[in-house]
């Protein structure tokens, strides 16, 4: 059975770098990392950054949780692959959660989410462990 698809629209921090050699160079002279450290505090406000890391636990947990049965793949919304997506799944509120085709929309309610993903996978987790065999019980 292939996995059930997960895709998380959102915004994501994004890291501009230079050339390998510049960056061996600015690396070199102690510049390198604080203009990284730099970048990481101004690509997101204090509460987008909480609703980012918030997501990204969340995600963590459902590939624990359900391991190959889901395949997840985050999107940057603001990337060219984000447009198209946000097209396709006509939103404009992230994170947007898009479950084996079921479109979740703004602020993430994760219990409601784990619920979806729990019910999807059950059906082929019940005919997995019943298929043909069966106790007698009731016979």
């Known amino acids: 059975m292939s996995p059930l698809e997960i895709e998380v629209l959102t915004y994501a921090p994004t890291e501009f770098f230079h050339c390998l050699h510049c960056e061996v160079v600015m690396q070199a002279v102690g510049v390198g990392s604080g203009v990284r450290r ?3 505090a101004a690509a997101f406000p204090p509460d987008l950054m909480a609703e980012y890391v918030a997501l990204s636990d969340w995600v963590r947990g459902v590939i624990a949780r359900y391991g190959e049965r889901v395949r997840v ?6 990337s060219l692959e984000g447009v198209i997506k946000s097209v396709r799944y006509r939103t404009r509120q992230y994170p947007t959660v898009v479950i084996g085709g079921t479109v979740f ?3 993430p309610d ?3 989410l784990e619920e979806s993903i729990a019910a999807r ?3 082929a987790a019940s005919v997995a462990s019943g298929a043909g065999g069966g106790d007698g019980a009731g016979q």
């Open 38 to 40: 730099e970048q990481r």
């Open 105 to 107: 929309r703004g602020s």
């Open 121 to 123: 996978l059950a059906p």
């Open 110 to 112: 994760y219990a409601r």
């Open 73 to 78: 793949r985050v999107v940057d919304a603001a």
